[in-house]
């Protein structure tokens, strides 16, 4: 019998519309959507409850999700989260970066959600 208790992914992206796919699709496959608008909200997300993953956009106004990541990363409480970035930079300079800021991984936009999906069972060893 599958393990009944969701797992928690946090959805970090300023487009209303990005997070709103985003999230049909986790509850559509049995994951718990949890939802910000920006790099501000997501923080007091987690301070709320730490997610399983978290799937952030890189280019948000603020706080980009460069800073997010590395402000994640050093905490020794959130380090071990995995963080998927999802963006539409394609330059292999900023995909290094991100990785290097401690992303576990990035994916492109537009997203594949098949492709998504898989990814987020590897990192979440299911």
Do not use: C, W
Not at 45 to 56: F, G, M, R, V
């Amino acid at each position: 019998m599958k393990n009944t208790i969701k797992k928690e992914i946090l959805i970090v992206d300023d487009s209303a519309t990005n997070v709103f796919l985003l999230e049909s699709v986790l509850n559509e496959y049995g994951y718990k959507a949890i939802t910000a608008n920006s790099a501000k909200e997501a923080f007091k997300a987690i301070d709320k409850k730490h997610p399983d993953l978290i799937l952030i956009d890189i280019l948000m106004p603020q706080i980009s999700g460069f800073e997010f990541i590395k402000t994640i990363k050093r905490n020794p409480l959130l380090g071990s989260i995995p963080i998927i970035a999802v963006s539409a930079i394609t330059d292999e300079e900023s995909i290094r970066e991100v990785i290097k800021a401690g992303a576990n991984l990035f994916v492109n936009k537009p997203i594949i959600i098949s492709d998504l999906l898989d990814k987020i069972k590897l990192h979440l060893k299911e």
